[in-house]
């Protein structure tokens, strides 16, 4: 019998998972009212014919976006522990003054477009719950 390759089995871990991510963040992308271009840059993509590919093929998502997926899943969970629903999905886009947003929102700190300033609002998140998330 011959080992699997570790690779083989990430490229068929990716492949299984990346229509479930997908479409949980398309759920949440709609509960937080975001464009198509701000879904874009939440997943770190810029043509808008490879996002329509993904919704509709199913396809193996790139690893960087299944990070991304991740990151939001979990500020999402963390708002839900935080808030009730309308709250929740209202906190996104609210002003804030905590330090890590400076006075404008979580949403425009996520679209900045970088993975780390999704990992941020994710550890703020984290923090707020006391890591119940």
Not at 73 to 82: E, K, M, N, T
Request: net charge positive; with cysteine.
């Amino acid at each position: 019998m011959v080992a699997e390759q570790p690779r083989g089995r990430a490229d068929r871990d990716r492949r299984r998972l990346s229509g479930p991510a997908l479409r949980a963040f398309l759920r949440i992308a709609d509960l937080w009212d975001l464009s198509v271009d701000q879904q874009m840059i939440l997943l770190g993509v810029t043509a808008r014919s490879t996002f329509s590919k993904w919704k509709k093929s199913g396809s193996a998502l790139p690893k960087d976006t299944l990070e991304r997926i991740s990151y939001i899943l979990g500020i999402y969970g963390a708002l839900q522990v935080l808030l009730p629903d309308p709250e929740a999905a209202a906190w996104v886009k609210r002003p804030n003054a905590a330090h890590p947003f400076g006075g404008t929102s979580a949403l425009d700190r996520m679209l900045c477009g970088q993975v780390a300033d999704l990992y941020v609002v994710r550890q703020y998140l984290d923090l707020q719950t006391g890591g119940r998330a």
